[in-house]
């Protein structure tokens, strides 16, 4: 099953900024909304980012993200120890009728 | 406040069953389509099966389809997957989760704690 492409770590210096990007394809990212999920470890998903940039209200503003045709990118500013984490993008394939997870990327703040 | 809270997952020998369940509450659970994502030891996120909201609808992920099914029990704000001819790949924390009304967009806005199906013999 195909997956949606992440690179697999990340990281940044308190206070700068970092973005993570997620590569899909014409029927998965071109076609429907993406969304972001923040993990840390030991704990369950928690949902960051819906329909390709809207925040939950949990999440603080230094949180965006965006997409633009087939890939979508989370962009985290002011970066913070609390923001280490596993970020998974996802969305729907219609191709295949699947929900496809990114791999995963693993935040480091230095 | 909503609550999602899974049950069911333990250790099991290659080949047998399990049923897990997932109650929630706190929510109109009848609107909302329901999927189960699961974590295999030290990796990714695993989409497995979604439900939409009244049962008519399902998709599998290829990894399990034939052998996991997934259900839906409205009246007791239940979501179950049974999970037939269990593989040691099959090993992992398996999250319930809410999904919205349309449940194509996959945002996941409620997840369990999980529950560890463990496959060995």
Redesign the interface.
Known sequence: QSVLIQPPSASGAPGQRVTISCSGGSSNIGRNTVTWYQQVPGAAPKLLIYSNYQRTSRVPDRFSASKSGTSASLAISGLQSADEADYYCAAWDDSLNTVLFGGGTKLTVL | QVQVVESGGGVVQPGRSLRLSCEVSGLMFSAYGM?W?RQAPGK????VA?ISHDGGET?????IKGRFTISRDNSKNTLHLHMNSLRLEDTAIY?C?KGPGTF??????Y????TLVTVSS
């Open positions: 999927f994502v990714g996120l695993e989409w979604v998709y599998y992920a290829d990894s999250y989760a194509r967009l996959v945002s996941l806005d997840w369990g704690q999980g």
